[in-house]
């Protein structure tokens, strides 16, 4: 039977719908029947062209669960959880590491492969159904799955989305000590997993500087102590608040996830000397930004660190604590639209526009 998609044909073109083959499964294989997946502030940018090798026309959405449907000689997911038709799964986007590259083998860092394939991103819609926003989503041999751990829903995962993995990437790449005082940059899906891992992790203090208003009453609910309006409350006033909570030292920990340029700076500045800087939200090009390198970093033994993307651990760990601590982390409620295959250009023009947190495409929901 055929499988409707909605297909990013070009930069800024509009979203299409095809009818695309049922695959043919090969051994190691499964077949999803799509549950929900993610609109991403990243699908918004690769719209507007901002990532280079992506093979347009594309199936975008990288993150997303499905209710399994077929496989072929599947019968447990990555973590040896017996998988059987009807479970609810959702599984690692970056896939065809090579194993053997420097990369793979050496820096133990596998999202940096030249091999790497990202489902939703770097396959082309030619290839089939290997991007979230289609009826069913064909996992190739050796893609990673989890299947989803109780008590968690598809919309407890997606309402989080790759912000839910991301932000808790970020919060581990950062090495937060318990006690510390952390800034949350960007009130987003990454910035709201960053915030609530923080807590969780033990940060003293969390301070969230964000807008519009109801993306910073999430903040507070997922664990914000602190939030401060980008557009009401002026730089200068954001500087004096945080001196005034660290006496006068600056954060400990400040964790960009704003995924605008403008972001930067100020997060060098209210930083404590010899503290650390972690930028998670630039996973694409949109620009640049002007720091002194003596003041910011030099002089002040700052310790800056990217992290780009991902890992399989991330997906697991952060599953494991979301059922955990699912009263606390309440990613369903940052859902703030539900949209249709053939309302997928909406679905992105809502997400530019700040209009929803987190818009989720369901193509066939139950």
Not at 43 to 71: C, F, K, M, Q
Not at 103 to 108: L, N, P, S, Y
Request: proline share 7%; hydrophobic share 40%.
């Amino acid at each position: 039977m055929p499988i409707k998609a909605a297909v990013m044909t070009g930069p800024e073109q509009a979203i299409e719908l095809w009818q695309l083959d049922d695959p043919k499964l090969e051994p190691g294989s499964i077949l999803l029947e799509t549950v929900a997946s993610e609109v991403c502030g990243t699908d918004v940018h690769i719209y507007h062209g901002r990532l280079a090798g992506v093979p347009y026309p594309i199936i975008p959405g990288h993150i997303s669960v499905g209710r399994v449907l077929e496989t072929r000689g599947v019968e447990a997911d990555s973590m040896g959880t017996p998988l059987a038709p009807g479970d609810l799964v959702t599984f690692y986007d970056v896939h065809e590491t090579c194993h053997a590259c420097y990369f793979c083998t050496v820096a133990g860092q596998p999202n940096r492969c030249p091999s790497r394939r990202v489902y939703g991103i770097t396959y082309s819609a030619h290839d089939g159904p290997l991007g979230g926003w289609a009826e069913r989503i064909y996992l190739k041999p050796g893609v990673q799955t989890l299947k989803l751990p109780e008590p968690l829903t598809a919309d407890d995962v997606i309402g989080g989305g790759c912000g839910l993995f991301t932000g808790f990437a970020a919060v581990e790449r950062s090495d937060l000590g318990m006690g510390d005082t952390v800034l949350v940059q960007g009130t987003g899906p990454v910035g709201l997993s960053a915030i609530a891992f923080s807590a969780l992790r033990g940060a003293a203090t969390v301070v969230t500087i964000g807008d519009p208003a109801a993306r910073l009453e999430l903040a507070s609910a997922f664990g914000a102590d602190v939030t401060m309006s980008l557009s009401d409350v002026p730089p200068d006033e954001r500087d004096t608040m945080i001196r005034d909570l660290t006496n006068g030292r600056g954060v400990d920990v400040a964790l960009e996830c704003a995924g605008n340029p403008a972001a930067i700076p100020e997060g060098f500045k209210l930083l404590r000397d010899g503290g650390t800087y972690v930028i998670a939200g630039h996973y694409t090009d949109v620009g640049e930004a002007t720091i002194n390198p003596h003041i910011d970093i030099n002089r002040k033994h700052a310790d800056v660190r990217g992290r780009w993307g991902l890992d399989f651990s991330h997906c697991y760990r952060a599953l494991r604590l979301l059922a955990k601590h699912h009263d606390m982390l309440p990613f369903a409620r940052v859902i703030g639209g539900r949209y249709s295959l053939d309302e997928a250009g909406e679905a992105l023009a809502d997400v530019e526009a700040l209009a929803v947190t987190k818009a989720i495409i369901a193509p066939s929901p139950r």
